[in-house]
T-cell receptor, first 113, second 115 residues
Framework: DQQVKQNSPSLSVQEGRISILNCDYT??????FLWYKKYPAEGPTFLIS?????DKNEDGRFTVFLNKSAKHLSLHIVPSQPGDSAVYFC????????????FGKGTKLTVNP | GAGVSQSPSNKVTEKGKDVELRCDPI?????LYWYRQSLGQGLEFLIY????????KSGLPSDRFSAERTGGSVSTLTIQRTQQEDSAVYLC?????????????FGDGTRLSIL
């Protein structure tokens, strides 16, 4: 049972345009959501997070939106840059216990010059 | 360096051998996690350490897997009698408190290949 789903394995956008990466979850106990970026042969790098008490969090070019009723979150990157090309993972955790992260399978973003 | 450090970066071994993977968390981080990423999959939780509390071992796939964390810092993940399905990238992460809303920071992983 996949609790965090990233239904698009890949996404291709032009430099300067907006990239929108989507993530759906099934576990209503999740209350903290994160996006990680991963380059080949490197570990995931933390990008941005959002708590369930918010519906939007912004950091520079990156904005995460959370729709709790739809159990959906998205990451917007604007403007997209070629250096943003990487695999993006959505992750979620539930309050209490270990706060272990449950990850989606990732979306490979390619930003074309 | 200030990040999570893992060694070795790559390990190739024969089926049936034991392997030991090491993780040095970020200094001051009390929570330490192990995950693994198999080919084409997302990251899968293995085990969690927080201070002196009993570890959460709920993600370990079999009793061939074990982990220790000595002195609240360095951790080792041991896989006994390795099987081909153990081939994956093993990632370690640490976070500041392990108490909600603290991002986990990852090392670059150990790529384990079982021949």
């Amino acid at each position: 049972d996949q609790q965090v789903k990233q239904n698009s394995p890949s996404l291709s956008v032009q430099e300067g345009r907006i990239s929108i990466l989507n993530c759906d979850y099934t576990n209503s106990m999740f209350d903290y959501f994160l996006w990680y970026k991963k380059y080949p042969a490197e570990g995931p790098t933390f990008l941005i997070s959002i708590s369930s008490i918010k519906d939007k969090n912004e950091d520079g070019r990156f904005t995460v939106f959370l729709n709790k009723s739809a159990k959906h979150l998205s990451l917007h990157i604007v403007p997209s840059q070629p250096g943003d090309s990487a695999v993006y993972f959505c992750a979620a955790s539930a309050w209490g216990g270990s706060e272990k992260l449950v990850f989606g399978k990732g979306t490979k973003l390619t930003v074309n010059p | 360096g200030a990040g999570v450090s893992q060694s070795p970066s790559n390990k190739v071994t024969e089926k049936g051998k034991d392997v030991e993977l090491r993780c040095d968390p970020i200094s001051g981080h009390t929570a330490l996690y192990w995950y693994r990423q198999s080919l084409g999959q997302g990251l899968e939780f293995l085990i969690y350490f927080q201070g002196n509390s009993a570890p959460d071992k709920s993600g370990l796939p079999s009793d061939r897997f074990s982990a220790e964390r000595t002195g609240g810092s360095v951790s080792t993940l041991t896989i006994q009698r390795t099987q081909q399905e153990d081939s994956a990238v093993y990632l370690c992460a640490s976070s500041q408190t392990g108490v909600g809303n603290q991002p986990q920071h990852f090392g670059d992983g150990t790529r384990l290949s079982i021949l």
